[in-house]
């Protein structure tokens, strides 16, 4: 099976990639999907499980194999639910081709060599796509945009570190990255498609 994952600046439009690759290519599309199937499983709020896997604090410590390399994390309240999460990521990567946005994929899915990708872009882009998405009256000012930014990003550093030998955001630890200031996303669309398609006839998925 052939796998992508997604890894992304906040606001830089990585999740708009995903989904629009996942489209071109036909691929199965994993994002707060993700969350929802992972709720049945442990009976938890979605919303619950996303604060405690992109921003939650940390607690404890547990033991869990990620890959080739045995790491020992430090986790919140629930020592099964990283255990759920990757028993569930691996056997997606088994069963079908599927784009997944965040999560740790890239780490996660390593030993199914998937397409790796980091999604970046300049400050004034992220905050720009950021007021493009605002819903209701309440607006913030560039400075409120780009202290969150900098918060989600430093926290999504910090989770990724835990788990790699690369830091998030090192290009030796992605196979594209892709800087998307001022670029119009739809229109990278099948330029993108036919590279990921290239890739994956040199680039054989580990069968699980």
Sequence with gaps: MNIITISREFGSGGREIGKRLADALGYTYYDREILTILAKKTQLDANYLDKVLEEGPLIQQYPILFGRTFSILPYLSNPSLLANLTKMMKKIAVNENCVI????????????????????????????????????????????????????????????????????????GYDLCLNTSSVNIKGMIPSLSEYCKKWFEHHPSMKG
């Design 101 to 172: 946005v965040g999560r740790s994929a890239n780490v996660i899915l390593e030993e199914y060599n998937p397409l790796r990708i980091f999604v970046y872009a300049d400050m004034p882009s992220k905050i720009r796509r950021c007021r493009q998405r605002e819903t209701g009256a309440t607006t913030q000012t560039d400075g409120e945009y780009e202290k969150k930014i900098r918060q989600v990003d430093k926290q999504r550093a910090k989770n990724h570190n835990m788990l790699s030998t690369y830091e998030w955001g090192d290009m030796r």
